[in-house]
């Protein structure tokens, strides 16, 4: 079973190894989305979406929110920031009836990436 939750946040960036429009510095609305998957608890639930939504801002949404991402980020494409929110959120999410699933990074209404937590030894960075 997988438990879904929705966030966005709104940054700047700009991609320094890449030649196009978008190594110039601009921003985007993101559409963050976590899901976790596992089994319902005793309370019949695979985590409550409150505390769901506690640690994503808590971990990433501050951090994120309205900031520049290459602070954060050294070459923040969408497929190094869903990274970078995999590592913030792995280990805080994870019990004994669940476990981060997948995280998608949405930088436009139709443009995003899926990732989740493949091993991506030899990318650079």
Same mark, same amino acid.
């Given at each position: 079973?997988? *438990? %879904? ?8 960036? $700009? *991609?320094?190894?890449? +030649?196009?429009?978008?190594? +110039? ?6 559409? *963050? ?12 639930? #695979? ?5 769901? +939504?506690? %640690?994503?801002?808590? +971990? ?8 520049? %991402? !290459?602070? #954060? &980020? ?5 497929? $190094? #920031?869903?990274?970078? &929110? ?6 805080? &999410? @994870?019990?004994? $009836?669940? @476990? *981060? ?12 990436? %899926?990732? @989740?937590?493949? !091993? ?6």
């Amino acid at each position: 079973m997988f *438990l %879904i939750k929705e966030f966005k946040f709104d940054a700047a960036h $700009n *991609l320094v190894s890449y +030649k196009g429009k978008c190594e +110039k510095l601009h921003g985007h609305t993101y559409r *963050l989305v976590v899901v976790l998957e596992g089994v319902p608890d005793r309370e019949e639930m #695979i985590m409550d979406f409150l505390e769901l +939504k506690e %640690i994503v801002n808590e +971990k990433v949404l501050k951090k994120l929110d309205h900031s520049y %991402i !290459n602070d #954060i &980020v050294k070459q923040p494409s969408a497929e $190094n #920031i869903a990274v970078w &929110v995999w590592q913030q959120l792995e280990e805080g &999410v @994870r019990r004994e $009836n669940c @476990r *981060l699933y997948e995280v998608q990074v949405w930088e436009t209404e139709t443009s995003g990436v %899926i990732y @989740r937590g493949e !091993n991506l030894e030899g990318r650079s960075k």
